[in-house]
């Protein structure tokens, strides 16, 4: 466990800046970047970081030959918003962004520089391949014609997508603008607010179902698994979900291998190991924690197919490859798979409470590991406190560019620690659930949730999720209470006032 530095007399003594990186890289063949971007993943749900019942030899190699985090975090406890920060490098309360539906318009304004914009500038390729949800189209979405805006819209050069994501309708692959085997004369419907489609759905007939769902999950069934929304044609379209490992890689290495000769970015985007979780035959009663576990095989196999991609090709030693998650672990969500039943002894997020959802420490913090054998020491652990929304900033100072005024406004250079050079972290870091959190150092400060206002329930009723939030302010001190049981508000008024007026001052930060 991290040793948290305790006294706000420190602020301002941890740097972020790294002098001479940039210029050392200017000599140097500029790296390939990958971000494994897993879905659902806990702290703990890596081998290295104690898991129980399954194992990751593919993700343990990543560390062992380059840089464990133990202090890393999802910009929010949620996929969509946590997606759109690391693509923007702002904080997803800014744009209001909320897990979207299947249908939703794209998310980020196409005059909105990212983080493939800022790389495309400086010569690279780049793709993100996997689930996207974060929107597509300006809503109203013809799914049997080019669909755009969308990511080729916002700086990737090529596209291969699971629309929003697994649970949700409409279940097909998106290549670039169009839906991947689409039949002309079986178009494409989707609806999320009546059923239009003579497929049968699983709130009506639950005998179908490979799997037990809850009512918001019990619309369309495809491949024997009912969806949220309603889907009417595209059948030869349709996804076969136990295909996603060799599909996904495949695409990822394809792109990878048209553009060795030049730096490409690749934003790999999981399903795994999110619901429904539908294990191939190669992985299906592998581990000991029944489908849960089976998708973690899964998603570290399908990691290894990728970096076997780049060892064929001479790539790997300089390409910087980020293996993390979109935010902490779930058990039960919309689906019975008995992951509670067959959990056994393991943590999914690891000593920490919460998990998704949650402004616990479990709903934001998450994996992490950098490997880069040709600038990376092999074998660190690093402590440093560190965000997702940092990778914009980070990437434009390994590249000597400089940022424009008001792009990527939230985004911190850690560079430093991102390559294993520095422990030092950030001062100040915003978690991001269903109300706001700030971390200076050890010491963590929930804002409450205003007088009058209903606190969201489902994580605990339905979910099983401690959700962390209070009509009080809520101060915790990570190094001695690392699962955020003692509030020391009341003994701590300054600290209180202090943290308030800094997550105020962040938020009243104007951005383009």
Known sequence: MKKIITSLALLGAMSCSSPNLHNQQESNEKPNIIIFYVDDLGYGDIGVNGLKGAQTPEIDKLANGGVLFTDVHSPHA?????????????????????????????????????????????????????????GLGNGNVDWNKDVKPGPLEIGFDYSFLLPSTGDRVPSVYLENHNVVNL????????????????????????????????????????????????????????????????????????????????????????HDIHVPRLPSDQFKGKSEMG????????????????????????LEENTLVIFTSDNGAVLTDGYDDHA?????????????????????????????????????????????????????????????????????????????????????????MVEE????????????????IPKGKRIPNFMDRTKNIEGGMSHKPQLFNLDKDPQERTNLAKEYP???????????????????
């Open 183 to 270: 039949d002309p004369n079986d178009p494409i419907t989707v609806s999320y607010k009546k059923n239009i489609s003579d497929r049968p759905t699983g709130n009506d007939h639950p005998e179908l179902l490979r799997q037990g769902a809850d009512k918001q999950h019990g619309n369309t069934i495809i491949n024997g698994i009912s969806r949220i929304g309603y889907m009417k044609g595209g059948e030869k379209a349709l996804w076969t979900d136990e295909d996603f490992p060799e599909k996904l890689a495949g695409k990822a290495s394809a792109f990878i291998r048209k553009n060795k000769d030049n730096p490409f970015f690749l934003y790999f985007a999981f």
């Open 340 to 428: 509670i039943e067959l959990l056994g002894d393991h943590k999914p997020n690891g000593p920490f409470s919460g998990g998704k959802y949650s402004s616990f420490e479990g709903g934001t913090r998450v994996p992490m590991i950098a490997y880069w054998p040709k600038k990376i020491k092999a074998g660190q652990v690093n402590n440093a406190t560190f965000s997702h929304i940092d990778f914009y900033a980070s990437f434009a100072d390994l590249l000597g560019k400089k940022l424009p005024e008001g792009i990527a406004k939230d985004s911190k250079n850690m560079l430093p620690s991102l390559i294993g050079a520095s422990q030092d972290g950030r001062d100040y």
């Open 433 to 448: 659930g269903f109300t706001l959190a700030i971390r200076n150092h050890n010491w963590k400060y929930i804002q409450p």
């Open 494 to 512: 300054e600290i209180v006032e202090q943290l308030q007026a800094k997550l105020d001052s962040i938020k009243a930060v104007e951005v383009l």
């Open 78 to 134: 949620t996929c969509t918003p946590s997606r759109y920060s690391m693509l923007t490098g702002e904080y997803a309360f800014r744009k209001k962004a909320q897990i979207l539906p299947g249908d939703a318009p794209l998310l980020i304004d196409t005059n909105k520089k990212t983080l493939p914009d800022m790389l495309k500038e400086e010569g690279y390729k780049t793709a993100v391949v996997g689930k996207w949800h974060l």
């Open 291 to 314: 489908v849960r576990g089976d998708v973690i095989l899964q998603m570290d196999y399908t990691t290894g197919l990728v970096m076997k991609t780049l060892k064929e090709l001479g």
